[in-house]
């Protein structure tokens, strides 16, 4: 291997540089993958604990109030095999949600991997509440065995004028622990992927949690602003902000 | 119409056209998803039946998303042409199988009938075929693709080089560049996804690879593929852009989902022909069973002919390149490695006949019950299925996507068993003395000369 390429690893995650035996890769390396491999198939069946999620937010973000839901899964395989049943809400569930007159309703959700949620989610909100003084917050809904249209349903039954959700994304081999931000707004159901903005791979490592509540942030301060969510707002204005 | 078939003594009937295919279709977990699949095994056996013995005409009489209702639909209908579907026109479903296996169906006889056929023919067809006939059929079509490099020519097999990075890092997109081009990557396009959509990242990272292609001569194509308005503003704002991308789908809603319409592709399109940066070759277009259920917008379809739909769109563009990206949707799609791998035969297959240059991600996430070996499998059997293109992502592993595709060793691997090579242009260009120059640099150098000429 030529020196420069034996450096490469050091600018990028990605498995770049892999020891080879003729065009196939060495043992070490094929092992290597085969245990990520087990590792993130074991990420996507670990279950969310919702109590001590919410006890972790009053004492590291400062939120008081949290309601504990559950979507219409009721296990991971149907959740796995069903994904409509992770957008709507349980009965049960859905009488817990009082209409009011709300800014932002955030929700927390497992989604494919409860690790990133435990890693990162915190955090995330311990930096994005402060920046949100101004905006009238419903109670931030914990949810397990949920996707990301669930917060359609949570938003419109809150009467929020924009949803939050933080969710667990599916996990990769080099990061079983992403965490996804979706603001959506006026959420309401029958809202498609196209009526929200995703701020994706937030992790240590990744996007961090500090940088991506003020990313979080700029998109709903534009969604405000402009009245809208989704492909019609661009954020150009981005990395002029994570640079200043 | 009858649409029914009698098998001892036991008659199974189906509503309608749409019925009949979404019940003859192999088994896969999205179409029991969406609660269209045959109810057991031999329900689907006589509807494959009753299918073999549907003149193909009747796909010209019958719509299965009304024309009123649908702009694909109706791009469908009024591309038809009746001249070139005229060798076939008398043949029933069962029938064009056995025609299209035959020597009489040779490649130039199949080109020539793309546009005679409608995709609903072709996923009909294909739900009687075997794997086997899949990669026979599929075989024989060859469909050649330019724009600075020739991808699709016999015994050539071509990669997108796709560095993703998680946060779009520059240097470490570069990294994952060069190690890619130096194993032999990226002679169908050097394709980025970038983790954010918006317009400067997308005209940084276009920056960086039209200079690293510029200094370096390399016969290649650059793309970042953001949603397809970024892209546009991106051009306006003087990015070097080769090739515009989209997601697509094969109805007028799962587009709409995907924030995009015909009249929209259009326009891009007009904007990268004004661009002149190659010649008529100049979209890439990515798809995907299972896409248009997701956004609850299949009209009762099977996901297989709204996938084949799907390719109507695409070749209103002529592309350089259009993949399925077969295993990325999930298990509530594709639950399993038998499948997916079906599911790639089906798309590439499906896709040269209808007169695409298909290539394919072939690929899993780690929810799905799939591993290398059912990668291994779908590879080889593309490879020998005449597959234009596949995916070089480092180590197989994509930091930014969360999944599972092919690595650059991969595609070594396929070309050394089937005997295959790079495009002539990229071929020619590993032998030449740019390539050992660029053995000699490090991302650094890359970026460096990247922000140097195209400050922002």
Not at chain 1, 33 to 48: G, T
Not at chain 1, 191 to 198: E, G, S, W
Not at chain 2, 292 to 310: F, P, W, Y
Not at chain 2, 370 to 389: F, K, P, R
Request: proline share 4%; glycine share 8%; with cysteine.
């Amino acid at each position: 291997m030529p020196q420069a390429l034996s450096t490469l690893r050091r600018y990028t995650p990605a498995r770049v540089a892999l020891p080879s035996t003729g065009v196939s890769l060495a043992t070490s390396e094929v092992l290597a993958f085969q245990l990520a491999h087990a590792q993130a198939r074991d990420a996507v069946h670990v279950p969310l604990h919702l109590p001590s999620l919410a006890l972790r937010l009053q004492q590291e973000a400062g939120v008081s109030q949290t309601l504990q839901l559950t979507t219409s899964a009721p296990d991971r395989a149907q959740y796995l095999r069903n994904p409509g049943l992770g957008r709507k809400l349980s009965d049960a569930s859905r009488t817990q949600l009082v209409h009011g007159s709300y800014d932002l309703a955030i929700i927390v959700a497992d989604g494919l991997s409860a690790l990133a949620v435990e890693r990162h989610a915190v955090d995330t909100l311990a930096a994005l509440l402060p920046m949100l003084a101004e905006w009238t917050l419903a109670p931030i809904v914990l949810l397990t065995q949920a996707r990301v249209a669930v917060g359609d349903e949570i938003g419109e039954a809150l009467g929020a004028k924009c949803s939050l959700v933080l969710i667990g994304e599916r996990p990769g081999l080099s990061s079983a622990d992403s965490l996804g931000a979706y603001p959506t707004w006026d959420p309401r159901v029958g809202k498609t992927d196209a009526d929200r903005n995703c701020v994706s791979n937030i992790r240590y490592g990744g996007l961090e949690p500090k940088a991506a509540a003020a990313k979080i942030f700029w998109y709903l301060q534009e969604a405000k602003r402009l009245g809208l969510s989704g492909t019609a707002l661009k954020d150009g204005g981005i990395v002029e902000l994570l640079n200043s | 119409m009858q649409l029914q078939h009698t098998i001892g003594g036991m008659t199974y009937s189906f509503r309608d056209l749409k019925d009949l295919l979404a019940k003859a279709t192999p088994l896969r977990s999205g179409d029991e998803l969406a609660g269209v699949a045959a109810s057991s095994a031999v329900e689907r056996a006589a509807a494959q039946m009753a299918l073999a013995d549907l003149p193909l005409r009747t796909f010209l009489k019958e719509t299965i998303v009304p024309y009123e209702e649908d702009e694909v639909t109706r791009l469908i209908a009024d591309s038809h042409d009746p001249a070139a579907f005229a060798p076939v026109s008398s043949l029933t479903v069962g029938g064009f199988r056995d025609w299209l296996l035959s020597d009489e169906a040779t490649g130039e006889v199949l080109s020539g009938l793309a546009f005679g056929l409608t995709p609903e023919m072709v996923a009909a067809v294909s739900k009687l075929m075997r794997v086997q006939d899949l990669v026979a059929a599929g075989r024989k079509i060859q469909v050649v693709s330019r724009f600075r490099t020739t991808i699709g020519l016999a015994g050539r097999l071509s990669t997108r080089l796709q560095p993703n990075h998680p946060t779009d890092d520059v240097i470490g997109i570069a990294a994952s560049m060069l190690d890619g081009l130096l194993l032999g990557s990226g002679d169908a396009v050097i394709g980025i996804n970038p983790a954010t959509d918006n317009v400067e990242t997308t005209a940084t990272l276009l920056r960086l690879i039209d200079a690293v292609r510029e200094r370096y001569a390399i016969p290649t194509q650059s793309c970042v593929l953001a949603h397809v308005t970024t892209q546009m503003a991106a051009i306006e704002r003087g990015a070097p852009l080769d090739l515009v991308f989209q997601s697509i789908a094969g109805t007028e809603k799962a587009n709409a989902s995907f924030g995009i319409t015909l009249a929209m592709l259009d326009e891009a399109h007009a904007m990268a022909r004004e661009l002149g940066r190659g010649g008529e070759n100049l979209m890439y277009f990515e798809t995907g069973q299972g896409s248009a259920l997701s956004a609850d917008a299949h009209h009762g379809m099977d996901q297989q002919t709204c996938e084949a739909r799907a390719y109507a769109v695409a070749r209103r563009y002529k592309p350089l390149l259009v993949n399925t990206v077969v295993g990325f949707i999930g298990p509530e799609y594709l639950y399993d490695g038998k499948q997916i791998l079906r599911a790639g035969l089906e798309d590439h297959f499906c896709g040269k006949l209808l007169g695409l240059p298909m290539g394919c991600d072939v690929c899993y996430t780690n929810h799905a019950e799939a591993d290398q070996d059912d990668m291994d499998t779908l590879l080889t059997m593309l490879g020998t299925a005449g597959v234009n293109y596949i995916m070089g992502v480092p180590g197989a592993d994509d930091v930014m996507l969360q999944y599972q595709s092919t690595s650059f060793h991969d595609a070594l691997y396929l070309r050394q068993v089937l005997g295959l090579k790079p495009a002539p242009e990229f071929e020619a260009w590993l032998a030449s003395d740019h390539a050992s120059r660029l053995s000699e640099a490090s991302p650094l150098h890359l970026t460096a000369g990247a922000s140097a000429c195209h400050k922002l």
